[in-house]
């Protein structure tokens, strides 16, 4: 299957953060779920968060839930070199009024433990996550 079978016209595949903005402000807001990132590389993780704060800019509720490899740009103390830490971004949202959530369960297949990570995000179960989900009004997948 070639790109412009799957994407047609260019633009269909873009998400303006603005076309949120009009969704029913009683839900949830947005949740974004980031499943793949590191806390030293830029890869579509740092695009989710970017995502995240532009919708948080045109007045809508933001949260971002780190899943598998993705809870590892929560960890604190991350020195990229010339580069901002994805902590440091994830403060940002957390500064900004989001919400960042992180699974307890992939946070224990990587080694790691709460005190790990930066001030301010919460730790969920599995069934926590479940009701994220289903309580905010749009969710989106990087």
């Known amino acids: 299957m070639k790109a412009e079978e799957v994407c047609e016209p260019e633009d269909a595949c873009t998400i303006d953060p603005s076309s949120i903005k009009g969704t029913d402000e009683e839900l949830g807001g947005i949740l974004i779920v980031v499943l793949k990132g590191t806390y030293l590389t830029w890869d579509h993780?740092?695009?989710?968060?970017?995502?995240?704060?532009?919708?948080?800019?045109?007045?809508?509720r933001t949260s971002i839930?780190?899943?598998?490899?993705?809870?590892?740009?929560?960890?604190?103390?991350?020195?990229?070199?010339?580069?901002?830490?994805?902590?440091?971004?994830?403060?940002?949202?957390?500064?900004?009024?989001?919400?960042?959530?992180?699974?307890?369960?992939?946070?224990?297949?990587?080694?790691?433990?709460?005190?790990?990570?930066?001030?301010?995000?919460?730790?969920?179960g599995e069934g926590r996550i479940y009701s994220e989900v289903v309580s905010h009004d749009r969710v989106l997948t990087f």
């Not at 995502?51 to 800019?57: P, R």
């Not at 960042?100 to 969920?124: A, C, H, N, T, W």
């Open 45 to 60: 993780a740092d695009s989710a968060v970017e995502f995240g704060k532009a919708v948080m800019a045109v007045g809508r």
């Open 65 to 124: 839930c780190l899943r598998g490899d993705a809870v590892l740009m929560a960890k604190a103390g991350q020195d990229p070199d010339g580069h901002i830490p994805l902590c440091e971004k994830l403060l940002e949202v957390i500064d900004f009024g989001g919400r960042v959530l992180v699974s307890m369960e992939s946070l224990e297949s990587r080694g790691l433990d709460v005190d790990d990570l930066v001030d301010g995000v919460e730790v969920l």
